[in-house]
């Protein structure tokens, strides 16, 4: 996706768009990252956050950022479990769960969003490999946050001596409980003919729920980046066009 959004205050947001056709929001997710365990032994270590975790001798007693290796036939799976199990006991300060799968262990971090991808993840001993140098794939809130508002309109807006002109601002609404866009096309803005901006009659929030995101969609940009912005208020002060979400 070529959009890039931020985030204005805690009531509106923007999205620049370098085509005239956008693809829809990422789902927010939080980033996670792999521990592989093969035969570890004694000395090895993980380290999380800055956080390092320490492999002992199978059957010593570990103590905090310490776990014991395991041995025989399921040795790799159980030293996967102990991993696990240290790192879940500091929690609080490595900022990430994790869970053991066979000789696997996921760690995944507490938050939604892009910051997790800068926890760093890394090891010491041949036996353990570790996905990469931080954890990845966390994908913040995008759009309109609607709990904050009563209303909002929305503008889309070409660089200076261009226009826009055409298509639909294609409306999205994030379900806060699955965690997925959803097409909403009663609440679709159509751009008339070339002009550099257009702003929307206003829309009233009346279910203060999930988040709302414009994108393009066969919108005609004559040059440059378009600019979609969704501008809140704590009220809905805006003329209503007769859509609700």
């Given at each position: 996706?070529?959009?890039?959004?931020?985030?204005?205050?805690?009531?509106?947001?923007?999205?620049?768009?370098?085509?005239?056709?956008?693809?829809?929001?990422?789902?927010?997710?939080?980033?996670?990252?792999?521990?592989?365990?093969?035969?570890?032994?004694?000395?090895?270590?993980?380290?999380?956050?800055?956080?390092?975790?320490?492999?002992?001798?199978?059957?010593?007693?570990?103590?905090?950022?310490?776990?014991a290796?395991?041995?025989?036939?399921?040795?790799?799976?159980?030293?996967?479990?102990?991993?696990?199990?240290?790192?879940?006991?500091?929690?609080?300060?490595?900022?990430?769960?994790?869970?053991?799968?066979?000789?696997?262990?996921?760690?995944?971090?507490?938050?939604?969003?892009?910051?997790?991808n800068?926890?760093?993840?890394?090891?010491?001993?041949?036996?353990?490999?570790?996905?990469?140098?931080?954890?990845?794939?966390?994908?913040?809130?995008?759009?309109?946050?609607?709990?904050?508002?009563?209303?909002?309109?929305?503008?889309?807006?070409?660089?200076?001596?261009?226009?826009?002109a055409?298509?639909?601002?294609?409306?999205?609404?994030?379900?806060?409980?699955s965690?997925?866009w959803?097409?909403?096309?009663?609440?679709?803005?159509?751009?008339?003919?070339?002009?550099?901006?257009?702003?929307?009659a206003?829309s009233?929030?009346?279910?203060?729920?999930?988040?709302?995101?414009?994108?393009?969609?066969?919108?005609?940009?004559?040059?440059?980046?378009?600019t979609?912005?969704?501008?809140?208020?704590?009220?809905?002060?805006?003329?209503?066009?007769?859509?609700?979400?």
């Amino acid at each position: 996706m070529s959009t890039t959004w931020t985030q204005i205050g805690t009531r509106s947001a923007k999205a620049v768009c370098t085509t005239g056709s956008e693809s829809a929001p990422s789902a927010p997710a939080s980033a996670s990252g792999t521990i592989t365990i093969a035969t570890a032994v004694a000395g090895n270590t993980v380290t999380i956050a800055g956080k390092t975790f320490t492999a002992l001798a199978n059957g010593s007693t570990a103590a905090a950022y310490q776990w014991a290796v395991g041995t025989g036939g399921t040795a790799d799976a159980d030293s996967a479990t102990a991993l696990a199990n240290a790192i879940n006991l500091q929690a609080l300060e490595v900022h990430v769960t994790a869970t053991a799968a066979s000789n696997v262990v996921t760690i995944t971090c507490d938050l939604v969003g892009a910051a997790g991808n800068a926890i760093t993840l890394t090891k010491v001993g041949t036996p353990i490999t570790v996905s990469g140098a931080t954890l990845s794939g966390g994908v913040g809130y995008v759009g309109l946050n609607l709990r904050d508002v009563g209303g909002y309109i929305v503008t889309v807006e070409a660089v200076s001596g261009q226009t826009v002109a055409g298509g639909i601002l294609a409306a999205y609404v994030l379900n806060e409980f699955s965690g997925l866009w959803c097409r909403a096309p009663d609440l679709d803005l159509t751009p008339g003919a070339a002009l550099r901006a257009y702003a929307f009659a206003g829309s009233e929030v009346v279910c203060g729920r999930g988040w709302v995101a414009y994108v393009p969609s066969g919108v005609t940009v004559s040059s440059g980046n378009a600019t979609v912005y969704i501008i809140g208020a704590m009220t809905n002060c805006y003329p209503a066009q007769g859509r609700a979400v």
